[in-house]
Nanobody
Framework: QVQLVESGGGLVQAGGSLRLSCAASGRSFSSYAMAWFRQAPGKERAFVAAIGGRDSTYYADSVKGRFTITRDRVKNTMYLQMNDAKPEDTAVYFC?????????????????WGPGTQVTVSS
């Protein structure tokens, strides 16, 4: 059974940093695409960042230059380094995985999801 579990969420002040982790079990995602999405209250789930099976990376314009997505193949874990956090980054952050090496920005392209972790950025 494939499981994705996020951790590292919490409360951070504007301008601060936070690192989210997504630990995968049940299968290796070392060659497959993974991504981060977020959902703020009353809004739809939105793309944040993705990493392809060949480590190409993609970012939403709103986080480009502030967030960095990486992975550790040995630990089967993906990360999202959040720097210069802004109040508009407040949301539940979800990690996702798919059975293809090509990264996508649509949540419908991902089959595996974690339960989410809350990130709150105070002004």
């Amino acid at each position: 059974q494939v499981q994705l579990v996020e951790s590292g969420g919490g409360l951070v002040q504007a301008g601060g940093s936070l690192r989210l982790s997504c630990a995968a079990s049940g299968r290796s995602f070392s060659s497959y695409a993974m991504a981060w999405f977020r959902q703020a209250p009353g809004k739809e789930r939105a793309f944040v960042a993705a990493i392809g099976g060949r480590d190409s990376t993609y970012y939403a314009d709103s986080v480009k230059g502030r967030f960095t997505i990486t992975r550790d193949r040995v630990k089967n874990t993906m990360y999202l380094q959040m720097n210069d956090a802004k109040p508009e980054d407040t949301a539940v952050y979800f990690c996702a995985g798919r059975s293809d090496w090509f990264a996508r920005t649509s949540n419908t392209e991902y089959s595996y999801w974690g339960p989410g972790t809350q990130v709150t950025v105070s002004s």
